[in-house]
Structures are given as structure tokens and as C-alpha cells.
């Protein structure tokens, strides 16, 4: 399994935490990770990566994800084609659709059929690089989408490189079969358990991929896993704590509420949907009792987390990445290095 680190910057970050990026980046290929991931919150997912790549040989770098529908087809297909040919064939496009109120009133950007608009963006961009390395006419007409002007002086041309893997997150059955149908892989939303990976997800990546005629060795699926471990009592409680409240954060949100139904907790989804929209977001953590974060989090000693994650993700996963408190490289190495030979 592959085992990936955050690149980010946090929310107020400085000029000097922007220049440490490429020292951290190549300090985390020597610790062995497989990739780098940079997601988009509070700044530009893509910069960090541009800057890792410089000063890294072997390690991926992936957004994780970047919002796709607060840009365009071609807007994206220049990002990846440009960071693709910086890290000679390392980047890795990942791509999320966000939910309609951020779209439309944190983006100002248009908002219909997610699942539908997201698969033809992955074929727009597709379509834009395949004119750039070919030199073929750009001809694209879809629903969303019409791309259907490139001249040389606007064409990067191509690059000796494959294109990016183009991978998605989804959480919902109709973006997750647009995964197996038209993607490269699936970024799985941290808020799920594995009980919904195996019974909802699952099965939904199976059916895009048949519909595609393609195989599970096609595709490739990554995770964000919430770990709450640690080697002192107040680190576990600490973590604990903030595990729950970022459990609740996500429950909150209407578009995740199957998540917590499968498990037969659709009452609770109700009453943190009603605390968020009070700004009660200490409260929130409290209706995340022990067995809702069992469920989302593995509870264990450090020792036993590999074990934990070979039994809940063995055989799905083929790279995961520690949501947060797996950090100290001189305890936590010999960890990483038997979750990664599972």
C-alpha cells in the first residue's frame, strides 16, 4: 500500500512557510512516501506542488483535491499539462465537484447535474490534451462544455510524458460510477466508514468500470483515513477530540447524511445540521459518541494500527493517507513502513 503526506499551507501562511515547501517535500521523499498531497482550502492547491516538484525526483504529487467546478476544462488541462511536464510525469490531477453552496456562492460559478457535468469535464480535458500532443483539431461539444478553438500560439504542444491520471472524489452513487466509468481513480472522502466503502462504494465503482469494459487494475483508489493514537494519555484525548469534531463538521452537511443513514444514524446528521447552522461547532463534537468514531476512525494503541488498517481496508485501499495526528517521524517510521508492506 501507498502511504502519501500533506503538502499544504495551513490557513495563515506566511511567505516563509511558502519558501519551506520545497526542503519539507524533499525531506518526505527521503522518508520514503509514495506522494504529496495538496488540497484546496485556504489556499491554491496547486502552487505547493509546483514547488515540491522542483526539488523532488521520485515522489507524486497530487491535488486532493482541487475544486473542479470552480474552473473550466481548459483552465485545468493547462495546470496539469504544465505541472505534468515540470515533475517529468509525476502529477496527478485529482479533482472534486464541492457542494452547490459553495459553487455557486463562494465561486459565483454555474452548478447542475454534478455527476453528469463532472464526467464531461474529465473528457473535455482529455479531448484538449490529446489536441495538444497530437497537433489534431480541437472539435469538443458537450452539454457543459465547448472547446473548440486552439491555435498554435496558445497550445503548450506536447510533452514526453504521459498525461496526469485524472482521479475523482465522490461520496454519492452517481459520481462514484462517473469514477469507475471515466477516471483514472477515486479520492474517497474521509467521511466514510468501512462499512460504507464496502457495501455503497464499492459496488458503484464496480459498475463504472464495467460499464467502461475496464478492470479494477485500471483504477486506482486513495483515502484520507482519521487515525485517533498516540503515545501519551492527553495526546490520544487531544486527537480524539478533534477527530470528533471533524467527524461532525462533515456530518453536518446534508449531501453526506447516507453516510451516517447506512449506519442508522440519520437523527444525529439532523441535530448537527441544526447546531452548524448556530455556529455551535464545539456542541457538534459531543453528538459524535465512542461507536460513531470507531466507525470512522481507527482507535488503537500505535502498535496496532497496522494491523487495524490491514483489517478494515486490506484489498480496497492501494494508498491512504493519515488525516491527521501521524506526524513524528522517529516514532511513527517503523509504523508507516509495515502499513506500507500490507
Same mark, same amino acid.
Given at each position: 500500500?501507498?502511504?502519501?503526506?500533506?503538502?499544504?499551507?495551513?490557513?495563515?501562511?506566511?511567505?516563509?512557510?511558502?519558501?519551506?515547501?520545497? +526542503?519539507?517535500?524533499?525531506?518526505?521523499?527521503?522518508? %520514503?512516501?509514495?506522494?504529496?498531497?495538496?488540497?484546496?482550502?485556504?489556499?491554491? =492547491?496547486?502552487?505547493?506542488?509546483?514547488?515540491?516538484?522542483? !526539488?523532488?525526483?521520485?515522489?507524486?504529487?497530487?491535488? &486532493?483535491?482541487?475544486?473542479? #467546478?470552480?474552473?473550466?476544462?481548459?483552465?485545468?488541462?493547462?495546470?496539469?499539462? +504544465?505541472?505534468?511536464?515540470?515533475?517529468? %510525469?509525476?502529477?496527478?490531477?485529482?479533482?472534486?465537484?464541492?457542494?452547490?453552496?459553495? @459553487?455557486?456562492?463562494?465561486?459565483?460559478?454555474?452548478?447542475?447535474?454534478?455527476?453528469?457535468?463532472?464526467?464531461?469535464?474529465?473528457?473535455?480535458?482529455?479531448?484538449?490534451?490529446?489536441?495538444?500532443?497530437? %497537433?489534431?483539431?480541437?472539435?469538443?461539444? %458537450?452539454?457543459?462544455?465547448?472547446?473548440?478553438?486552439?491555435?498554435?500560439?496558445?497550445?503548450?504542444?506536447? @510533452? !514526453?510524458?504521459?498525461?496526469?491520471?485524472?482521479? @475523482?472524489?465522490?461520496?454519492?452513487?452517481?459520481?462514484t460510477k462517473v469514477a469507475g466509468r471515466a477516471a483514472d481513480g477515486l479520492v474517497c472522502h474521509a467521511f466514510q466508514t468501512a462499512e460504507y466503502l464496502r457495501d455503497v462504494t464499492m459496488p458503484n465503482v464496480h459498475a463504472g468500470l464495467a460499464d467502461a469494459g475496464r478492470e479494477r487494475? !485500471?483504477?486506482?483508489?486513495?483515502?484520507?483515513? #482519521?487515525?485517533?493514537?498516540?503515545?501519551?494519555?492527553?495526546?490520544?484525548?487531544?486527537?480524539?477530540?478533534?477527530?470528533?469534531?471533524?467527524?461532525? #463538521?462533515?456530518?453536518?452537511? =446534508? &449531501?453526506?447524511?447516507?453516510?451516517?443513514?447506512?449506519?442508522?444514524?440519520? +437523527?444525529?446528521?439532523?441535530?448537527?445540521?441544526?447546531?452548524?447552522?448556530?455556529?455551535?461547532?464545539?456542541?457538534?463534537?459531543?453528538?459524535?459518541?465512542? !461507536?460513531?468514531?470507531?466507525?470512522?476512525?481507527?482507535?488503537?494503541? =500505535?502498535?496496532?494500527?497496522?494491523?487495524?488498517?490491514?483489517?478494515?481496508?486490506?484489498?480496497?485501499?492501494?494508498?491512504?493517507? #493519515?488525516?491527521?495526528?501521524?506526524?513524528?517521524?522517529?516514532?511513527?517510521?517503523?509504523?508507516?513502513?509495515?502499513?506500507?508492506?500490507?
Open positions: 500500500m501507498r502511504i502519501d503526506a500533506w503538502i499544504g499551507l495551513p490557513e495563515a501562511a506566511s511567505s516563509q512557510e511558502l519558501a519551506t515547501i520545497g +526542503d519539507r517535500a524533499r525531506m518526505m521523499e527521503q522518508d %520514503g512516501y509514495s506522494g504529496l498531497l495538496s488540497a484546496e482550502t485556504s489556499h491554491d =492547491p496547486f502552487l505547493p506542488l509546483a514547488l515540491a516538484a522542483q !526539488d523532488t525526483e521520485r515522489i507524486e504529487l497530487m491535488t &486532493a483535491i482541487a475544486v473542479g #467546478f470552480a474552473r473550466n476544462p481548459m483552465v485545468l488541462a493547462h495546470t496539469a499539462w +504544465d505541472l505534468q511536464a515540470l515533475s517529468q %510525469g509525476r502529477f496527478l490531477l485529482g479533482l472534486g465537484s464541492q457542494i452547490q453552496a459553495h @459553487i455557486t456562492k463562494r465561486f459565483s460559478m454555474p452548478w447542475s447535474r454534478p455527476a453528469a457535468r463532472m464526467e464531461e469535464m474529465i473528457t473535455a480535458i482529455r479531448a484538449i490534451w490529446e489536441s495538444w500532443q497530437t %497537433g489534431e483539431r480541437l472539435n469538443f461539444r %458537450g452539454e457543459f462544455y465547448r472547446h473548440t478553438l486552439m491555435t498554435p500560439m496558445f497550445s503548450p504542444g506536447p @510533452i !514526453d510524458v504521459a498525461p496526469p491520471p485524472i482521479l @475523482i472524489s465522490a461520496v454519492g452513487p452517481l459520481m487494475s !485500471d483504477f486506482q483508489i486513495s483515502m484520507p483515513v #482519521f487515525v485517533v493514537s498516540g503515545f501519551r494519555e492527553e495526546e490520544v484525548a487531544a486527537q480524539a477530540a478533534r477527530t470528533r469534531q471533524q467527524i461532525a #463538521f462533515y456530518g453536518s452537511t =446534508p &449531501a453526506y447524511r447516507g453516510v451516517l443513514e447506512h449506519h442508522g444514524w440519520g +437523527d444525529a446528521q439532523t441535530e448537527l445540521n441544526r447546531l452548524s447552522k448556530r455556529g455551535q461547532w464545539v456542541e457538534m463534537g459531543n453528538v459524535i459518541d465512542d !461507536d460513531m468514531l470507531g466507525a470512522f476512525a481507527i482507535v488503537a494503541e =500505535p502498535h496496532e494500527v497496522p494491523g487495524r488498517i490491514a483489517e478494515r481496508f486490506g484489498g480496497t485501499l492501494d494508498r491512504l493517507q #493519515f488525516y491527521a495526528g501521524v506526524r513524528d517521524k522517529d516514532r511513527w517510521g517503523p509504523i508507516i513502513e509495515e502499513i506500507k508492506a500490507a
